[in-house]
């Protein structure tokens, strides 16, 4: 770490340096993409309701004098231990409860450290957008290995008795969260170098509370990635409708998702260029306008093969503005308090997706028709236009890497 500085202008890096950076965190983001003890990672009501405490502690401990690398370590080789103990351990519902409740606590720390790291690595060093779209990139390829190699790996241990698929799981956990510990400590220069301490010298965590409080452009960032999220039946009336009105198989449906994941890798990295052309203002306003029709097409299918193409559009149309809106986030931080905005980005991300998904199937379920959840997420992803003129101009008014006046 460098020394504090209190009013420290963003800077830019040579292209070797980014790279070396980006190449580590994208390394660290796969890895913690295979070795999540959930598909979705935070499923539980700690992630819910508690996400920001583990950011809020990423943001002011420092285990060993080490920052992000000593949570990597410790909680990496935790999270490994857990996973690899439990792979010897009866095989019953309330021991595999606890497993993944205690395994998801610990891992927390783990992604807290490097989504603060992401982030204070981007805000830094006036790099947010190209962090932005390889991040999406980066955390979407292990969705999208899910959906292959899952199947793969389920087949493999079919023929094996419960205990010995679950020992299985458990030990490539394992063997993934060691890979996370030993990258925590390799400690490249060009990563850790480039990360300077923000965090006020001798401030007090209830300073830290209502500096966060009191930092405005985080509400509108944090409000438009709501909306965007919440997608009201994007999720189980989707599936429900495409499985018993359009007769999809169960095969047809991963397959959707596969090709509505894969139909946003291009556009993350158009993102990555058009960020470094046009000023975020310009990006999120057009990319937002683009996006509002994403789900239309849905409303036009009549067969299970008609929606994969329709999965095609619907992810080219919804990726240049994810990556806006994480760059806005990221850019929106309060300096010093990155891994809790971070994680109070997540924790709204799941919230959202679930209550989207209850009003959607209240609402699919009232009118027997998907149409219905199509005007619902169009109306929803409209709202984010007037909350788009509520951002600080100050954030907006430049292109990635350009440091604002």
């Known amino acids: 770490m460098t020394a504090v500085a209190d009013a420290a202008l963003p800077t830019p890096l040579p292209g070797r340096t980014r790279l070396k950076i980006f190449a580590y965190l994208g390394v660290l983001i796969i890895l913690l993409g295979f070795g999540s003890p959930h598909a979705g990672l935070v499923e539980t009501p700690i992630t819910f309701f508690l996400a920001f405490v583990f950011g809020f502690v990423r943001d002011t401990f420092n285990p060993f004098g080490m920052r992000d690398r000593g949570f990597l370590v410790l909680f990496g080789a935790a999270t490994a231990f857990i996973y690899g ?5 009866p095989i019953q519902y309330g021991f595999l409860l606890a497993a993944v409740i205690l395994a998801n606590s610990v891992f927390l720390f783990v992604w807290s450290a490097q989504n ?30 899910s959906y292959f190699l899952g199947g793969m790996l389920s087949q493999a241990l079919e023929g094996a008795k419960g205990d010995v698929a679950a020992r299985v799981l458990f030990l490539i956990g394992a063997a993934i969260m060691a890979g996370v510990a030993i990258l925590g400590l390799w400690r490249p220069g060009s990563v850790f170098d480039n990360v300077r301490a923000e965090r006020p010298a001798g401030a007090s965590r209830l300073a830290d509370l209502k500096r966060l409080a009191r930092h405005w452009p985080i509400y509108p960032a944090l409000a438009i990635w709501l909306l965007w999220s919440f997608s009201p039946g994007s999720s189980t009336p989707l599936q429900y409708f495409m499985q018993n009105k359009l007769g999809a198989t169960d095969a047809q449906w991963g397959l959707w998702n596969a090709v509505f994941i894969g139909g946003f890798m291009p556009t993350f990295l158009l993102f990555g260029w058009l960020c470094q052309k046009l000023p975020l203002r310009t990006i999120l306003f057009w990319s937002t306008l683009i996006a509002v029709p994403q789900m239309i097409p849905l409303a036009f299918i009549h067969s299970a093969n008609g929606a994969l193409v329709a999965a095609a559009i619907i992810g080219l149309l919804g990726g240049v503005n994810s990556a806006a809106y994480l760059d806005l986030v990221i850019r929106s931080s309060p300096p010093g ?5 971070m994680m109070l980005y997540w924790a709204l ?18 009118f027997h028709n ?12 409209a709202l984010i236009l007037p909350v788009l003129w509520l951002v600080p101009r100050r954030l907006t008014s430049t292109a990635d890497g350009q440091v604002a006046a």
């Open 337 to 341: 308090l990155q891994g809790t905005v």
């Open 85 to 89: 103990a439990f792979a010897f351990a």
């Open 370 to 381: 998907f149409n219905a959840c199509v005007i619902a997420i169009t109306v929803v992803y």
């Open 349 to 366: 991300f799941y919230i959202a997706l679930r209550g989207g998904d209850v009003l959607g199937s209240e609402l699919y379920d009232r």
């Open 116 to 145: 603060g790291l992401t982030s204070a690595l981007g805000q830094q060093h006036v790099m947010s957008g190209r962090i932005s779209s390889l991040w999406n990139i980066f955390l979407y390829l292990p969705v999208l290995a």
